[in-house]
């Protein structure tokens, strides 16, 4: 059984999938802009929610900072950059493939 990990990279706009040392997945990503930066350091997802509604896309991953999570996009086009109030924005698709992978739980790196 995978122990999968994630690790954000802010700076690149990517979002890796580890299982171990070993990046399985890597995915595009938009990020918060400036006056809402994406905090960094070591989170947990907490919660998981299909169809959040509203700008979260097809599905919502909560962090263990309030407020924060990996979650789909109702705009596509803001993927890769710098757009969001701080969360971690993904492709509907990437995002769906994503939760079905890790559990609640699963420790999340964010790297500046």
């Known amino acids: 059984m995978p122990k999968y990990r994630i690790i954000v990279d802010i700076s ?6 580890l299982d171990g040392d070993v990046v399985v997945r890597a995915f595009p990503v938009g990020i918060g802009k400036m ?6 350091g070591e989170f947990t997802i907490i919660n998981k929610q299909a169809n959040p509604g509203g700008p979260f896309g097809a599905f919502w991953m909560g962090l263990s900072k309030p407020s924060y999570g990996i979650h789909g996009t109702n705009d596509p086009s803001s993927i890769g950059r710098a757009v969001s109030h701080g969360c971690i ?18 420790r999340v790196t964010i790297r500046p």
């Open 35 to 40: 006056l809402t930066r994406t905090p960094t």
């Open 89 to 106: 924005r993904m492709f509907n698709q990437d995002v769906l493939e994503l939760s079905t992978l890790v559990p609640v739980g699963t």
């Open 12 to 17: 690149d706009r990517q979002l890796y999938l």
